[in-house]
């Protein structure tokens, strides 16, 4: 057994021996690296399995319930496919990092997202709104760097800067949130925050008030309505590994921060009511304006990225059908958890596949994948499975998730939201299936074989597998997420005790 912290830890350790390899390698071919990252970060999903909750000193701050290895499992995961994307990515990061000696800049390319697999993993366990934020920060800042990558190409050097300006925004927006909390509360660690509140000494004004703002910060990362502006010009500007770890990444830290805040939140007297109609309505919002966007796109990585915000409308409808009791919010961590692990296969695979095709089409529009199943039958196939379990196609995983959500927007009684949602499935077999029908009905505009690395080829068939191991059989995801959480260790408020 080792300690649940030791993960965390360990990837750190990584990220820097790998950039201190990077400074003083004499070799041009930097992509070692990522090879060793690959490897350390698999050994770690390994012993992630055998991790204990041994969290020490750290215990206010720190939790490692099931739920929080099982982030930290999505984290390593998405981390591991995104080190083969960079790998498959390498000619295009070399043509757009001005460098005088070749494969300069290859290196920190690879190890930034090791240190952001480690925000993640922190953001995981985080129950305090400082850890939470140093985190974040971690997550926030590497991106800031990675979206920004290409300083050759213009759209890459858009995407960063929209994305500074609108994270450094929604940061602001948190961190004041925080002090809110902070102010009426007095404290921010979310245990001792729930007992406060839920002996009802907080005045409900500037509560709820610090409750929005915090809402509207994690509203920026999970790409829900009215803040997801950024997603279409970054996701298309840049590089598209980068595109795939914030699709993933970002998103799955986001809502196990919102579901771990929620808690305390909807133990206030009176206000749990308001922030869960809030949530309803931001909810509903996002799935018609991502659905019904994505709907016209011509270009692939644009239809994902809002594709990522209809999906965000589809967890958020779990999050939203919360309740103040352990199981209500149970179910929903469970449905919410099992929805993001299938978004990782689904969205991994698709983003994996654009990008073999990209570098031999030249470019990433759909009519780029007309005829691909005569180029490449095995990546046609491999998108299709990603395209249908995208859609909700039974036997899939994005089916399973699916109906899990609905499942907990039925116990809290949100038929509103389940009309929205149906509609909206309705819409996403549109867009999906354009992309399938360019795959096996168009005419290829060039008629060159699609060759595929050893290592791609054996990810694009795991992923593409688990969609359906997963989709018939979930009792392994599960099962992973059952348990009793543990609690953080604290010291109770004396406001609590009264």
């Known amino acids: 057994m080792i300690s649940s912290i030791s993960l965390e830890t360990a990837v750190l350790i990584l990220g820097i021996i790998m950039l201190l390899m990077e400074s003083f390698s004499k070799s041009e071919d930097k992509r070692g690296l990522a090879r060793m990252a690959i490897a350390v970060l698999l050994a770690l999903v390994g012993f992630s399995f055998f991790a204990r909750a041994d969290v020490g000193n750290l215990a206010p701050f720190y939790i490692a319930d099931p739920t929080a290895l099982f982030f930290k499992r999505i984290a390593l995961l998405t981390t591991i496919v995104v080190l083969i994307m960079a790998l498959e990515y390498k000619d295009v990061l070399a043509k757009f990092i001005p460098s005088a000696t070749p494969g300069a800049g290859l290196g920190e390319f690879y190890s930034l997202p090791v240190f952001t697999c480690a925000g993640l993993m922190f953001m995981a366990s985080a129950v305090d709104f400082l850890l939470i934020f140093v985190s974040l920060e971690l997550v926030t800042i590497s991106f800031y760097i990675l979206v920004a990558y290409m300083r050759r190409q213009s759209a890459s050097l858009e995407a960063g800067v929209k994305y500074l300006i609108l994270g450094a925004l929604s940061t602001g927006f948190f961190v004041y949130g925080i002090t809110w909390i902070f102010g009426v509360t007095g404290q921010t660690n979310l245990e001792l925050i729930r007992q406060v509140v839920a002996a009802g000494h907080v005045p409900q004004a500037p509560f709820l008030f610090g409750v929005v703002l915090i809402l509207v910060g994690l509203g920026f990362k999970v790409a829900a309505v009215p803040f997801q502006l950024w997603v279409p010009d970054v996701y298309q500007g840049a590089p598209t590994p980068v595109t795939a770890f914030l699709s993933v990444g970002s998103k799955a830290a986001g809502f196990i921060v919102l579901l771990r805040v929620l808690q305390p939140f909807l133990a206030a007297p009176g206000a749990g009511e308001k922030i869960l109609m809030v949530l309803a309505v931001i909810a509903g919002a996002t799935l018609i304006y991502g659905n019904l966007a994505a709907l016209p796109q011509d270009n692939f990585k644009r239809l994902l990225a809002y594709s990522s915000i209809a999906h965000a409308g589809y967890l958020l409808i779990a999050v939203a059908s919360v309740s103040g009791s352990p199981e209500g919010f149970g179910s929903s961590r469970v449905a919410v958890a099992y929805y993001l692990a299938g978004y990782l296969l689904m969205t991994l695979l698709s983003f994996l596949v654009m990008i073999v095709v ?18 490449s039958p095995f ?65 290829p505009g060039d008629e060159t074989v699609i060759k595929v690395a050893p290592l791609t080829k054996f990810t694009v068939g795991i992923l593409a597998l688990f969609i359906f191991i997963f989709g018939i059989f979930p009792q392994p995801i599960l099962k992973s997420l059952k348990g009793v959480p543990i609690e953080t260790r604290v010291v109770t408020h004396p406001v609590a005790q009264k």
């Open 358 to 375: 990209a570098n031999h089409s030249r470019g990433d529009d759909i009519a780029h994948f007309n005829g691909l199943a005569k180029r």
């Open 379 to 443: 990546l046609a196939f491999g998108l299709l499975v990603a395209m249908l379990s995208l859609a909700g196609v039974p036997f899939t995983v994005g089916f399973f998730g699916k109906f899990l959500v609905f499942a907990t927007a039925v116990q809290a009684h949100n038929y509103g939201l389940i009309g929205i949602g149906i509609v909206t499935v309705g819409a996403g077999f549109y867009y999906y299936l354009r992309v399938v029908a360019a795959m096996y009905w168009q005419e």
